[in-house]
């Protein structure tokens, strides 16, 4: 029993295993959507959920985050309300991804988990990249998704959809 | 003794590591975030949607209108999606109605102006008619999810419809009365070409804003 104690007791002085805090001022989502006449970009300053960094092998990291769809804001308020429309944030209100595991293929991790839209859940595997600057951490993905996938009616502009692939973009910024 | 102390000890250190991995977000929160809010009326509801769907607005006082919100958006949703094919439809006509109008005005020829006036007339009355439709669409259906202050192609729409609405509005009454009172007639067909013209290049100008700017 003292045994396992002391060797509790130095893996829990030892572990590299922390909390990430996430820095809402400089971390951000976002999509970018395609119109044959023009594209934009929301963004969602209001990632919530957690991060816990293993510093030593992050491999062993976990990420549970999820953003309300309507903070989503692409500096046109009917553009917006159009998507929350096709969406259907009254009864899907956040997008999500929890995290199952984490591998590592030629200096590349990748981030296997569940994303979690308009109530569709679907399994991902995202390309990350991570630096670590002093007691911060920034972690950067981008990837896409198809509407169709999530049963997303695309909303359309004078008769024309907008494209069904849309890039998400995921910068984050944690204080470790 | 020797064990319970050991297991005390054990039982401190697992708390310790639980809350050295706890998440920065509360269990509560981590629970109600798939849980729909309920949804009420957007802030900064330009003042003519809040005369009519605000809380004390016309519709409400009335009672007309779907009984939920999610109703509202779906309606509106609807509306909107015929507001775009209604304005496509007018602008169509608008441009026919200005080239015609355009050279009935300028025109001496006798016989276009027997073959094309009264076929410009009935499309008056159809332009007018379809873009009062569409307009009606847009003022009257329920409010969107948000609003911004943002300069904008929303924005844009709703300044260039101002033009294109009061020059529409216009125009069958120039037209009328210039047909009544032929003392006055040169000055009301100059106006009502000036008014056609505002309308269809306003309402040009609109659609190419709404579709090109962000």
């Known amino acids: ?176 | 003794m020797s064990f319970r102390r050991n297991l005390i000890i054990l039982s401190i250190f697992l708390l310790f590591s639980s809350i050295k991995a706890q998440s920065v977000v509360t269990q509560e929160s981590y629970d109600n975030r798939f849980t729909p809010q309920e949804i009420g009326l957007p802030d900064n509801m330009p003042y003519v949607k809040s005369i009519i769907w605000g809380k004390e607005g016309v519709f409400r006082k009335l009672d007309i209108g779907p009984e939920t919100r999610i109703e509202e958006l779906k309606l509106r949703r609807k509306m909107l999606k015929h507001h775009q094919w209604i304005g496509i439809l007018t602008l169509a006509g608008l441009a026919y109605q200005y080239d015609v109008g355009k050279k009935l005005y300028d025109g001496n020829d006798s016989d276009y102006w027997d073959k094309h006036y009264d076929r410009h007339k009935a499309m008056g009355y159809f332009t007018y008619a379809t873009y009062m439709t569409g307009a009606s669409l847009s003022i009257f259906a329920p409010p969107a999810r948000k609003y911004d202050n943002n300069f904008s192609s929303i924005k844009f729409h709703r300044t260039m419809a101002i033009l294109h609405f009061s020059a529409m509005m216009a125009q069958p009454f120039l037209a009328k009365a210039a047909v009544k009172d032929g003392k006055k007639y040169n000055d009301l067909m100059d106006a009502h070409l000036k008014a056609g013209t505002v309308a269809f290049f306003a309402l040009s100008l609109d659609a190419l804003g709404i579709t090109f700017f962000k």
């Open chain 1, 1 to 176: 029993m003292k045994k396992l104690i002391v060797i509790l007791f130095l893996q829990s002085v030892f572990a590299q295993e922390v909390s990430v805090a996430i820095d809402l001022e400089e971390s951000f989502i976002s999509y970018d959507g395609k119109h044959p006449a023009h594209n934009w970009t929301g963004i969602s300053k209001e990632i919530k959920g957690s991060f816990v960094f293993d510093i030593d092998n992050p491999t062993l990291s976990t990420v549970d985050l999820y953003a309300p769809v309507f903070s989503f804001d692409s500096k046109n308020s009917n553009r917006d309300s159009n998507m929350l429309d096709v969406i259907e944030d009254y009864f899907y209100p956040v997008v999500s991804f929890t995290s199952s595991s984490i591998t590592k293929k030629e200096n590349q991790y990748y981030i296997n988990g569940i994303l979690f839209f308009h109530g569709i859940k679907k399994e991902m595997m995202i390309p990350v990249n991570f630096n670590i600057d002093n007691q911060k951490i920034i972690v950067d993905t981008s990837f896409s998704i198809s509407l169709s996938d999530y049963k997303i009616k695309r909303p359309s502009l004078l008769t024309i959809k907008m494209k069904n692939d849309i890039t998400i973009k995921f910068y984050l910024v944690g204080l470790i």
